[in-house]
Nanobody, 115 residues
Framework: QVQLVESGGGLVQPGGSLRLSCSAS????????MGWYRQAPGKDRELVAL???????NYADSVKGRFAISRDNAKNTLFLQMNSLKPEDTAVYYC?????????WGQGTQVTVSS
């Protein structure tokens, strides 16, 4: 069973940066497109960034130009570099296959953007 473990969240001021990491056990990581999702209080979970096995990327309009997704297939690790953070980026961030999130969800990592 594949386990997803997200890390790297925290409290940051508006305009700041964070780098999230997601480690995945199992070979499924390398064979699949992977995505970062987020869920803010009272809102549905949304896909914010996607990367294919070949490295092609796609972003939600709300984060385009500020976030960058990358992956290290050798280490089964997914990253999300978040720059120019805004209060509306506050959410719990999750990784999963993308789009759709076919694996069991991990605990996520909380990102709070506040002054």
């Amino acid at each position: 069973q594949v386990q997803l473990v997200e890390s790297g969240g925290g409290l940051v001021q508006p305009g700041g940066s964070l780098r999230l990491s997601c480690s995945a056990s199992g070979s499924i990581f390398r064979a699949n497109a992977m995505g970062w999702y987020r869920q803010a209080p009272g809102k549905d979970r949304e896909l914010v960034a996607l990367i294919t096995g070949g490295g092609n990327t796609n972003y939600a309009d709300s984060v385009k130009g500020r976030f960058a997704i990358s992956r290290d297939n050798a280490k089964n690790t997914l990253f999300l570099q978040m720059n120019s953070l805004k209060p509306e980026d506050t959410a719990v961030y999750y990784c999963n296959t993308g789009p759709g999130g076919l694996l069991s969800w991990g605990q996520g990592t909380q990102v709070t953007v506040s002054s």
